[in-house]
C-alpha cells in the first residue's frame, strides 16, 4: 500500500518561501514520475511540478524561475522549493506519484497561503 504524506505548509507573506516535502512509504520500484499539483478555491487542480524516474523537470509556466522540485530516492521524499511566493500561489497543495501502467496514489495536501 502506498502513502503520501505532505508537510512543509503554512502562511507566508508574499515574496517570502516555503518547502513542502512528500515522504512516499510502500513501493518504490517501478515509478514512473512524481509531482506537485495544487487547487485554489473555486479552481481546478492544477500541475505545478514533476520529476520523472531519470531526473528530468517539467514546471508550470506560472512557477518557473521560483519553484524548484527535487527528489532524495535515499529518503523517499520529494520536495518543492517555492520562493518569491506570490498571493496567487495560495492553493492546497497535493503529492502524486506515478508508477509505470498507470497507476497513481495522490496524498492529502498541505496548505500554503500567500498574504500580500
Known amino acids: 500500500q502506498v502513502q503520501l504524506v505532505e508537510s512543509g505548509g503554512g502562511s507566508v507573506q508574499a515574496g517570502g518561501s516555503l518547502r513542502l516535502a512528500c515522504l512516499a512509504s510502500?513501493?518504490?520500484?517501478?515509478?514512473?514520475?512524481m509531482g506537485w499539483y495544487r487547487q485554489a478555491p473555486g479552481k481546478q487542480r492544477e500541475l505545478v511540478a514533476t520529476?520523472?524516474?531519470?531526473?528530468?523537470?517539467n514546471y508550470a509556466d506560472s512557477v518557473k524561475g521560483r519553484f524548484t522540485i527535487s527528489r532524495d530516492n535515499a529518503k523517499n521524499t520529494m520536495y518543492l522549493q517555492m520562493n518569491s511566493l506570490k498571493p496567487e500561489d495560495t492553493a492546497d497543495y497535493y503529492c502524486?506519484?506515478?508508477?509505470?501502467?498507470?497507476?497513481?496514489?495522490w496524498g492529502k495536501g498541505t496548505l500554503v497561503t500567500v498574504s500580500s
Open positions: 502524486n506519484l506515478l508508477y509505470w501502467g498507470g497507476m497513481d496514489y
Open positions: 520529476i520523472s524516474h531519470d531526473g528530468m523537470t
Open positions: 510502500g513501493n518504490s520500484f517501478r515509478i514512473n514520475s
